[in-house]
């Protein structure tokens, strides 16, 4: 596949996940995976660590997602074409709703609608939330019998931090101190 077909493929590929991804950056992950399978653009160990990336830096989730696959596809040019296929949908649908607001907000239907599309992104989001919980915890290999063994220090630690976020106060703390806190933890303990 030359680098144009492969653009093209790229754009086309984020403009369906810009479209279909209703709930934000966490709802993007299904997608990822199914990229990863159906593309082999990158492995489920790589996306793992795309999601810590782009949670630690500034931007939303899905864009700052859209942009390291692309890059990675297609280097600087592939990180734009896969931003712009991204946020193309949302655009042009923001522009459509806004022309039609006033009629779309009192629609019963469409408060209907949302009432059930709410639940649907959240179920997704739990999947998409497992399945990085089972990378994280599953991803040392028994190199003679191919097993996955099981991390239970990466699980320990997950429950510390989600014990943590329970309390009050901890809650306030900026995620990126998390992130800090979680890399120097994995640097000292060599998770």
């Excluded at 810590?52 to 990180?79: D, F, K």
């Excluded at 806004?98 to 907000?105: D, G, H, K, L, Q």
């Excluded at 639940?119 to 019998?145: N, Q, S």
């Amino acid at each position: 596949m030359n680098n144009f077909s492969l653009a093209l493929r790229v754009f086309w590929e984020f403009f369906k996940v810009g479209l279909f991804a209703v709930g934000g950056g966490p709802a993007t992950l299904p997608y990822l995976m199914e990229l990863s399978d159906k593309f082999g653009w990158f492995t489920m160990e790589e996306l793992t660590n795309m999601i810590a990336v782009s949670e630690s830096t500034p931007g939303p989730l899905g864009i700052n997602m859209s942009t390291y696959v692309g890059y990675q596809v297609l280097g600087p040019l592939g990180g734009i074409i896969s931003t712009l296929g991204l946020v193309t949908p949302s655009v042009i649908i923001i522009c459509i709703i806004a022309a039609f607001f006033t009629r779309f907000n009192s629609n019963r239907f469409v408060q209907a609608a949302f009432s059930g599309i709410r639940p649907a992104v959240a179920a997704i989001i739990a999947v998409a939330v497992l399945g990085i919980w089972r990378v994280t915890l599953f991803t040392a290999f028994d190199l003679l019998g191919g097993d996955i063994q099981p991390i239970w220090q990466s699980g320990i630690f997950a429950l510390i931090i989600l014990a943590l976020l329970q309390i009050k106060k901890l809650k306030k703390i900026h995620p990126f101190l998390w992130f800090v806190v979680g890399a120097a933890v994995g640097i000292v303990f060599k998770f």
